[in-house]
């Protein structure tokens, strides 16, 4: 059975927009970095240019992206467990769209497996949400505008000038390259704060058949 939802058709979707907006607010509330709709777009261009690259079937690049988009919105009920709540709204969400139950599979186990205390790549769409949600380090992501009264999330997050995610010439490796200001957060602050998820970064990439390496202000530390 083919089905005819889409990235676009769920962008669309103003009740899935809803519970993505909503969960963000959910977070600003508790003090977390931003988890807007800047976040899950990025997630799910970042996942789709993976599987592209790699030369996966259009379809399961679409998946990824529809996994992208959905992934956080667990956070409406609670940040803890979000990966799993999150799930299982999508489920919901996607069984009233008489979606596949295969496809769904693919997109509930990829929300399912996204947060570092819990995740694992079970499956390629999987693999490339953790890579795309774990390297989304960014300024524009902390909401804080005291700089003064910063945690260490917020100058970790504020210290990030610019970041990119690539494949070296061969695709054997995926980089996350960053430029990080050294007199807002140390390199140590980074690693201290994100070590976990780069972990989880490199189990993904495994997965997919890559190397993931890190770059920090031109310096492979990883």
């Known amino acids: 059975m083919a089905s005819v939802v889409t990235y676009k058709y769920i962008r669309q979707n103003p009740d899935i927009m809803t519970y993505i907006k909503r969960a963000d607010k959910a977070l600003e509330a508790i003090g977390y970095t931003e988890h807007s709709v800047a976040h899950v777009e990025r997630v799910a261009q970042t996942a789709s240019m993976i599987l592209t690259e790699l030369g996966y079937p259009e379809r399961q ?92 999330h917020d100058r970790v997050n504020y210290a990030v000038e610019s970041s990119n995610v690539r494949f070296n010439d061969n695709k054997t490796s995926i980089i996350l390259e960053l430029t990080i200001n050294t007199t807002i957060s140390s390199v140590m602050e980074y690693f201290e704060i994100f070590l976990q998820r780069m972990i989880l970064c490199k189990k993904a990439s495994q997965y997919l058949g890559l190397k993931f390496e890190m770059v920090i202000n031109g310096t492979e530390v990883l």
Request: glycine share 4%.
């Open 61 to 152: 690049i679409e998946l990824v992206k529809i996994a992208g988009i959905m992934h956080d919105i667990g956070n409406v009920i609670n940040r803890v467990d979000h990966a799993q709540s999150g799930a299982v709204m999508a489920f919901r969400l996607l069984d009233n769209l008489s979606m596949p139950a295969e496809e769904i599979c693919t997109i509930v186990s990829a929300i399912g497996n996204h947060d570092e205390s819990t995740a694992f790549p079970v499956d390629p769409v999987s693999a490339a949400l953790i890579i795309a949600d774990k390297t989304d380090v960014r300024r524009t992501r902390v909401r804080n505008s005291d700089i003064f009264n910063f945690d260490i």
